[in-house]
């Protein structure tokens, strides 16, 4: 009885477990002279990662980044690089266009403006250009109507 008891438990607490992911996550520290054209304050180079993301069976990464942690520990990715056609996490985007598109964000918009993006760019935004980029979350839960807009 007992036996059986202990079984079932086991088979149960199995079905609970997270499936495996279907990919290899690494992360490294990357050296300070990886995003040689990323020209933006309020990066500290001694602060970059390297992630990689492989899957079983492939020679290479499927993609590649440098990213920095933004100041509530979030992945910003300042390079990001799929090596598969559809886009992997976020979409691809070279430290040089990130350094230009938050370059020109510092430059023409004003210090007190939202800015609307994508949330992987509005990530960049608000750590590269120091400007408000407020939908920076995957599942868009920023972009939820708000109630008094719906009725009527």
Do not use: C
């Amino acid at each position: 009885m007992v036996a059986g008891a202990a079984i079932v438990a086991l088979a149960a607490n199995s079905a609970f477990q997270p499936a495996e992911a279907p990919y290899e996550f690494h992360m490294s520290h990357a050296s300070p002279d990886a995003l040689p054209d990323l020209k933006s304050p309020g990066v500290e180079l001694a602060q970059l990662e390297r992630l990689e993301w492989k899957t079983p069976g492939a020679r290479t990464a499927v993609a590649t980044a440098i990213a920095m942690r933004d100041a509530n520990g979030r992945l910003v990715p300042l390079d990001w690089q799929n090596a598969v056609t559809e886009p992997v996490f976020f979409s691809d985007m070279s430290a040089a266009e990130t350094s230009k598109v938050s370059t020109a964000i510092r430059e023409h918009v004003p210090s007190d403006a939202v800015v609307l993006s994508w949330w992987d760019l509005s990530r960049r935004i608000r750590s590269l250009a120091q400007r408000q980029a407020p939908l920076d979350d995957p599942l868009a839960r920023g972009l939820l109507t708000p109630a008094a807009w719906s009725s009527g």
